[in-house]
């Protein structure tokens, strides 16, 4: 069955550098427009960054467009978030997901998710 799987979560000082992996399985990866949300603890779910299926179009929610880069490996079934100058409201759990077709911003309308990883940013 479709299957993500988020890694490379951490704790960073303020300033510093992840890159975030979601490995993807059971699906036609290629065909799926990929997404990377966030929840921090008593917030909603935030759109991070979606990626069209070829990987040609992204896009960038204003808290993180030009710190965080999204990509896509599609031969390797593999979805990719470097974060860099990492600011302690960047701290949640950070989630990648998969939608049939086009990006979308909204959660409601990705159909998998991964389990989340961790990311903390402290000094």
């Known amino acids: 069955q479709l299957q993500l799987v988020e890694s490379g979560g951490g704790l960073v000082q303020p300033g510093g550098s992840l890159r975030l992996s979601c490995a993807a399985s059971?699906?036609?990866?290629?065909?799926?427009?990929m997404g990377w949300f966030r929840q921090a603890p008593g917030k909603e779910r935030e759109g991070v960054s979606c990626?069209?299926?070829?990987?040609?179009?992204?896009n960038y929610a204003d808290s993180v467009k030009g710190r965080f880069t999204i990509s896509r490996d599609n031969a390797k079934n593999t979805l990719y978030l470097q974060m860099s100058s990492l600011k302690p409201e960047d701290t949640a759990v950070y989630y990648c997901?998969?939608?049939?077709?086009?990006?979308?911003?909204?959660?409601?309308?990705?159909?998998?998710w991964g389990q989340g990883t961790q990311v903390t940013v402290s000094s």
């Open positions: 997901a998969a939608r049939y077709g086009y990006c979308s911003g909204d959660g409601d309308e990705y159909g998998s």
């Open positions: 059971g699906f036609a990866f290629g065909f799926y427009a």
């Open positions: 990626i069209t299926t070829s990987g040609g179009r992204t």
